[in-house]
């Protein structure tokens, strides 16, 4: 990508005065101009290969000057205060931000990656476009790892499936996260990756005939009806499927894995009109239908999810959403931030959804080992949330295995503190027992009741277990 290419891209979805680009890749390539790569080319071009994908999410004029310069600081002599008054504040905040979780080294490796984590999630409390530009410069790394030693590939996998990867799930950039892990997944497990890949890219093809079928009966039913509506099949995770191969501990033949297909229109109503449609044409697998558009994931997901059964007898999973949706999905938190750019009111909704992520922050900053901060930091990142409901009616997402003590704590942290029994769907039961998706769960609380030692380990989210230290401290309880 050359400047021209740049500005071209940045300027079909914003007006913003790109001078600042232009300076920006100036100095930059100035900057590095005696730096070369592993590959032989260039520093500069990771600089600019690392913008075009913040370009492809669409990010904000400052995130995609400070992409160009995001190695400035660290590699260069050039001193913070220059740099500073040459580019204003915010695009300094964020480079700095970068820069800093880069330049964190740490003797035991466990401890570095922990604690570079927590250094980065701190700093991006205030401002989330760092983690955005941190991912873009993984994923180009990644994209290159094949110009390093052996060594260094495996060291640089392992971080990036491990810590990266699920970043980018919890803020939702679902096309980055699986490009991440695909990418480990090939360095880390080589031949299992090649064949894999061979046999999926065997089975995909033959199954674009099935999709083509699905599509035209389903337009056939649609004919008339005045929906716009586009289809577009699902694509590959390969480390995901890898990974339901050991936990099934079967080999990809048996692996039950089904047609994906997305369906996507303009409005809410138009998703559930879709849904009817598809539902009257095609049999729903019982128990298959989940509503995400009335109930979003945490991470702002949202959709209908339903599976049906083809004319061939072959499972269709299916995922219905408006265009919105869809870039939400594909992209996550970083679609929003272009809603930035001019658009007063969408700011403060933003905020309001990424609540979770201060709290979640403020959460962190009582963790003081960096292994505990591992566990919790991998334990809220699991995917699959269930949704658990107040007796008002109330709904909170919580992982897998959350017990009432979780979800005490979800509500209020002095609903947590002052536990002493629960209710699960009108019946008695004890403080850890595991809740399930659709569970109404009453707590019970007794005022000047306090949290137990034993607590700690019952609960199941990072959220909770802070409280009850916090509280045990506090009335000289340490754990120890
Ligand atoms: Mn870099």
Redesign the pocket.
């Known amino acids: 990508m050359d400047l021209e290419e740049l500005l071209k891209k940045f300027r079909e979805y914003s007006k913003q005065d790109t001078t600042v680009l232009e300076y920006a890749w100036n100095y930059s390539s100035e900057a590095h101009r005696a730096q070369k790569r592993a590959s032989g080319e260039k520093y500069f071009m ?1 600089c600019a290969a ?1 913008t075009e994908i913040l370009l492809d999410y669409k990010m904000d004029l400052e995130t995609v000057a400070a992409g160009l310069l ?2 400035v600081l660290e590699d260069t002599a050039i001193p913070h205060e220059t740099f500073r008054k040459e580019f204003g504040e915010e695009i300094y905040t964020l480079v700095a931000g970068v820069t800093k979780i880069e330049t964190l080294k740490f003797s035991s490796r466990d401890e570095a990656q922990a604690e570079n984590w927590r250094k980065m999630i701190l700093a991006t409390a205030k401002d989330i476009r760092v983690i955005v530009i941190k991912l873009a ?1 993984r994923l180009h ?1 990644m994209r290159t790892l094949n110009f390093l030693t052996r060594e260094k590939q495996l060291e640089i996998s392992h971080e990036t499936i491990s810590l990266y990867a699920p970043l980018a799930q919890r803020l939702g950039i679902f096309q980055l996260k699986s490009e991440l892990e695909d990418l480990s997944f090939k360095y880390l497990h080589p031949d299992e990756y090649q064949s894999l890949l061979a046999k999926a890219q065997l089975r995909y093809a033959k199954r674009e005939k099935l999709l083509e079928d699905f599509k035209t009966e389903l337009e056939k039913h649609l004919a008339g009806a005045q929906i716009p509506h586009r289809v577009l099949s699902r694509a590959k995770n390969l480390y995901s499927i890898y990974r339901k191969m050991q936990r099934q501990q079967k080999p990809f033949e048996e692996i039950q894995d089904s047609l994906g297909v997305r369906i996507i229109t303009d409005t809410v109503i138009n998703c559930y009109a879709l849904l009817g449609t598809v539902h009257s044409v095609f049999k729903p697998v019982a128990g298959s239908f989940t509503d995400y558009i009335a109930v979003p994931k945490m991470n702002l997901y949202q959709s209908l999810h339903t599976s049906v059964m083809a004319a061939s007898g072959e499972i269709i999973e299916i995922q219905v959403r408006t265009e919105e949706m869809h870039r939400t999905s594909e992209y996550g938190i970083a679609a929003h931030w272009r809603y930035k750019l001019g658009e007063k009111g969408a700011d403060r909704h933003l905020d309001e959804k990424l609540n979770w992520l201060r709290q979640w922050i403020e959460w962190l900053q009582d963790i003081s080992s960096p292994r505990e901060f591992i566990e919790s930091f991998k334990t809220d990142l699991e995917l699959d949330q269930i949704f658990i409901f107040t007796p008002k009616g109330e709904v909170k997402p919580l992982p897998v295995d959350a017990t009432p003590l979780d979800f005490a704590y979800a509500i209020h942290s002095d609903v947590g503190d002052t536990c002493i029994g629960a209710k699960v769907n009108n019946k008695m039961v004890r403080l850890d027992q595991p809740l399930k998706s659709g569970d109404i769960c009453e707590i019970i609380t007794r005022k000047n009741s306090s949290p137990k030692k034993d607590w700690l380990v019952l609960v199941k989210t990072a959220g909770a277990r802070s409280h009850i230290r916090k509280h045990l401290r506090e009335h000289g309880q340490p754990e120890e």
């Open positions: 990771h690392v995001h190695d410069d790394n």
